[in-house]
């Protein structure tokens, strides 16, 4: 199960970070990721980190999104810097046992989603 947080408002410019926290023991053998549907739109990657702290982002997020996970608490973070209208969607957490289908979104399991308003 995983369970997202930390959406919220913000204005443009703003910063947000978003936590995943995931239940089970074995998270650390996990690649998890976080994509994120707009209004009208199709669900799109954001960005992924194996298990390994290996990252990919999307070119949307390069330089201001940072993921990272702490395996000890079994949790996974999207930190959202320098904030556009554009970022606004409900982002999801996912995980998959492979890195490369993480990349593509083909998740094993996908979290509820958190809101993200960005006001311009």
């Known amino acids: 199960q995983l369970q997202a947080s930390g959406g919220g408002l913000v204005q443009s410019g703003g910063s947000l970070r978003l936590s995943c926290a995931a239940s089970?023991?074995?998270?650390?053998?996990?690649?998890m990721g976080w994509s994120r549907q707009a209004p009208g739109k199709e669900r799109e990657f954001v960005a992924a980190?194996?298990?390994?702290?290996?990252?990919r982002y999307a070119d949307s997020g390069k330089g201001r999104f940072t993921i990272s996970r702490d395996n000890a608490r079994n949790t996974v973070y999207l930190q959202m810097n320098s904030l556009k209208a554009e970022d606004t969607a409900i982002y999801y957490c996912?995980?998959?046992?492979?890195?490369?289908?993480?990349?593509?979104?083909?998740?094993?399991?996908w979290g509820q989603g958190t809101l993200v308003t960005v006001s311009s």
């Open positions: 996912a995980a998959t046992g492979y890195f490369s289908s993480a990349l593509s979104q083909k998740y094993d399991y």
């Open positions: 980190i194996s298990g390994s702290g290996t990252t």
């Open positions: 089970g023991d074995t998270f650390s053998r996990y690649s």
